[in-house]
């Protein structure tokens, strides 16, 4: 497989997150965006409709309380930038820091089974949410349930409290 074929140029090669709509997290918060960010670069499926021109870089940042993200080629020359109403998002998000937070305490001291039945709990609102983002994005940008998964963690990011 070369380079220019589409399965190697349909993906991300650099995700960033807006420095100005950032909130600092934890440090399992932060960890957990590191690794979503490595993840993300490693494996994707990511692409424009009807354009065939990536590989891709991503910047992910919230303007007025949208989310924006920013698709550039290589180059940094953007060819799109999307703005999605969080409104939609807002119940998971919550949900999604409440069970986060109870997952964070459990590793600490709970027994094996109470992390894995919160994890669980993690795992499916993480699910739900990235389906959401697919939908949301339907038309705009292709990409799949990994990926999405993977995207809604940086969202998370956006939303922090430090």
């Known amino acids: 497989m ?14 960033t997150l807006d420095e100005a709509s950032i ?4 440090s399992d918060q932060e960890h957990e965006r590191q690794i979503a960010i490595y993840d993300l670069i490693e494996e ?7 354009l065939d021109a990536g590989p891709y870089m991503l910047r992910i940042a919230l303007h007025d309380a949208k989310l924006a993200l920013e698709v550039c080629n290589e180059k940094g020359e953007t060819f799109a930038v999307h703005i999605l109403s969080l409104t939609p998002f807002r119940s998971l998000l919550k949900d999604y820091f409440l069970v986060c937070e ?7 001291s709970a027994t094996r089974a109470q992390i894995e039945a919160i994890d669980m709990g993690r795992r499916a609102v993480h ?3 990235a389906q959401l983002l697919l939908e949301r994005l339907k038309g705009k940008i292709e990409c799949d349930l990994d990926t999405a998964r ?13």
Do not use: Q
């Open 23 to 26: 909130g600092r997290g934890t």
């Open 102 to 108: 109870s997952y964070y305490a459990a590793i600490r």
């Open 44 to 50: 994707n499926s990511f692409g424009l409709p009807d």
């Open 2 to 15: 070369t380079a220019d074929e589409p399965s190697r140029r349909n993906r991300l090669v650099s995700v």
């Open 150 to 162: 993977r995207i809604f963690t940086l969202v998370t990011a956006l939303h922090w409290k430090g």
């Open 127 to 129: 699910n739900e949410a």
